[in-house]
Nanobody, 124 residues
Framework: VQLQASGGGLVQTGGSLRVSCEASGRTFSSLVMGWFRQGPGKEREFVAAISWSGSTTHYADSVKGRFTISRSNAKNTVYLQMSDLKPEDTGVYYC??????????????????WGQGTQVTVSS
């Protein structure tokens, strides 16, 4: 599975941004997808995950109510819509995938496939 993330950039506090991740190499609809991020000097942390059907989602408490994960199985793409962005949301955002997770997973070690990351910078 190859994952290509895009859509990062620079945005002001309170702004919005959408990052995308396109998958190839395996039937997308069989993949559980997740987003993780790594801020400056921080460890990689879970952001959001979505089941293969899209019927189940889960968010980190820090982004709940501000971020929305979705997927288009027709476009082999998962999205992360980010709103009301804060400086602490700054980091490299990575998409992750796995075909063996039953529903969703929030720990990085559960995902075998990773994208290259896209930088999101929120200015204060």
């Amino acid at each position: 599975v190859q994952l290509q993330a895009s859509g990062g950039g620079l945005v002001q506090t309170g702004g919005s941004l959408r990052v995308s991740c396109e998958a190839s190499g395996r039937t997308f609809s069989s993949l559980v997808m997740g987003w993780f991020r790594q801020g400056p000097g921080k460890e990689r942390e879970f952001v959001a995950a979505i089941s293969w059907s899209g019927s189940t989602t889960h968010y980190a408490d820090s982004v709940k109510g501000r971020f929305t994960i979705s997927r288009s199985n027709a476009k082999n793409t998962v999205y992360l819509q980010m709103s009301d962005l804060k400086p602490e949301d700054t980091g490299v955002y990575y998409c992750a995938a796995d075909h063996s997770i039953r529903t969703i997973a929030t720990t990085a070690r559960r995902y075998n496939y990773w994208g290259q990351g896209t930088q999101v910078t929120v200015s204060s």
